[in-house]
């Protein structure tokens, strides 16, 4: 399986796009991290990719886990975090009970 790797001097805009591009051309998005700062842009860039696809009609989540990894020879804890893709359906008007406001599901 093929990851995306963030560290914790990658910009979260530049990761955002490509999380955005490959949701986009249906590519899986798996994403890894080593470190807290590396976390931090992964998750940053999650939340700016998922603006950015939204207005589309396609919305994110993620899960994350641990996996021990190998650098450099040295055992690491990473963390993975696994991207996954819903389609926003507009919800008809006359399914629910609102006061005009037309209310995504998915």
Same mark, same amino acid.
């Given at each position: 399986?093929?990851?995306?790797?963030?560290?914790?001097?990658?910009?979260? %805009?530049?990761? /955002?796009? !490509? =999380? #955005?591009?490959?949701?986009?051309?249906?590519?899986? +998005?798996? $994403?890894?991290?080593?470190?807290?700062?590396?976390?931090?842009? %992964?998750?940053? /860039?999650? !939340? =700016? #990719?998922?603006?950015?696809?939204?207005?589309?009609? +396609?919305? $994110?989540?993620?899960?994350?886990?641990?996996?021990?990894?190998?650098?450099?020879?040295?055992?690491?804890? #990473?963390?993975?975090?696994?991207?996954?893709?819903?389609?926003?359906?507009?919800?008809?008007?006359?399914?629910?009970?609102?006061?005009?406001?037309?209310?995504?599901?998915?």
């Amino acid at each position: 399986m093929e990851y995306l790797k963030v560290s914790s001097k990658s910009s979260p %805009a530049s990761v /955002a796009g !490509a =999380i #955005a591009g490959m949701v986009k051309d249906g590519v899986p +998005v798996n $994403i890894q991290s080593v470190g807290a700062g590396a976390v931090n842009q %992964a998750i940053k /860039a999650v !939340a =700016i #990719a998922r603006g950015f696809l939204i207005p589309t009609g +396609v919305d $994110i989540s993620c899960a994350p886990t641990f996996a021990d990894i190998n650098i450099n020879g040295e055992s690491r804890t #990473a963390i993975r975090i696994a991207v996954y893709v819903h389609r926003l359906v507009p919800q008809s008007s006359h399914d629910s009970e609102s006061d005009g406001v037309q209310e995504l599901m998915y």
